[in-house]
């Protein structure tokens, strides 16, 4: 049986090591913190629809074609694990101003050109969904396709999944990929992928998130997600069923994981407007998290070496391109390249290729 090292245990890693290990690959995955870091701290958006953006194509056709695989995927780990994962059908993204408004317009006219659904509500069908929202919101785009996933519950899910497919875990700092010796080796370590493969184009991109905990005689959090830009600032509440997910920052600030007065102070701020019964939630967690970046915010999958595949580099999609990311490293690992995955291969960055062997 050929050997595979799965190196990164977060979202990535977990389900390549576990498709790997169902289609016959003897899989050691090596991360001192399995099940850690990012994946975990995350919101748990799959939004590719309502994050588009005209001129970028190759983003939302990739998002798309992962967001089509999830219910599949979701399947068959609750098969395995008993696990179900998402927590919200539906995404809303809300305008508080006109500016606001004519934005919603242009993404859901380049959106629906593409053949994707989403449609505009105005001020009252907004109320009519969801009635606990300010009455200051003016509309919304409506992507009824769009869910959410609780991160930490396929986290736990897919370690579950990836030991009972016989992948060997093991808590363990990878220095240089040259200590390993398996067939192959799959670089999954987000953020921090460079310090493994300097050559890759990634960088750290912090965020900062909350999680709120609903009181009682608190109003409901919505049942849907609710994205919104709010001076200027993206923000997002994702619902939990004892609670709401609150994110996040954006940073350019290295591996800095503090968790700011500031930070927290315009999350909370910037919740209420949208939200104004927010603040009666309890405050139960404030963390950060780094996104792995990219240049042309799509991720990095595909062969490095002969030897080497990467999956990294997913932005603030992570957990949204988990199915898209383990179908195409697995074909990759066989030779059979994903045609819905070509516009992340490594080698559009022409100073990627190595070749440690």
Known sequence: MRTLAVVGGGVIGLAVAWHAAEVGWSVTLLDPAVAAGASWIAGGMLAPLSEGWPG??????????????????????????????????????????????????TVADWVTERGHQVRLLDRAAVRELEPTLSRTVRAALFAPTEPAIDNRKLMVALRSAAQAAGVVVRARTVHSLTELDHDQIVLATGAASA????????????????????????????????????????????????????????YEAGFDATVTVAGVRDLISDAETVLPGIGEYELTEASAGFRPGSPDNLPVIGRLTDRIVAATGHGRNGMLTVPITADAVVGALGGKALPDADVADPQRFSTIAGDIR
């Not at 927590?87 to 809300?94: C, I, L, N, P, Y």
């Open 56 to 105: 970028e194509d190759r983003v939302l056709a990739f998002g798309a074609a992962s967001l089509a695989r999830w219910p599949r995927f979701a399947a068959r780990l609750e098969a395995a694990t008993g696990v179900g994962v998402f927590v919200a059908d539906q995404t809303m993204t809300v305008a508080l101003d006109q500016a606001d408004v004519a934005d919603l317009h």
């Open 195 to 250: 310090k493994l493969w300097p050559e890759l184009p990634i960088r750290p991109i912090k965020g900062e998130i909350l999680r709120l905990r609903q009181r009682p005689g608190v109003a409901p959090a919505p049942r849907r997600v609710v994205r919104a830009r709010v001076h200027g600032r993206p923000l997002y509440l994702v619902p939990r069923p004892d609670g709401i997910v609150v994110g996040a920052t954006h």
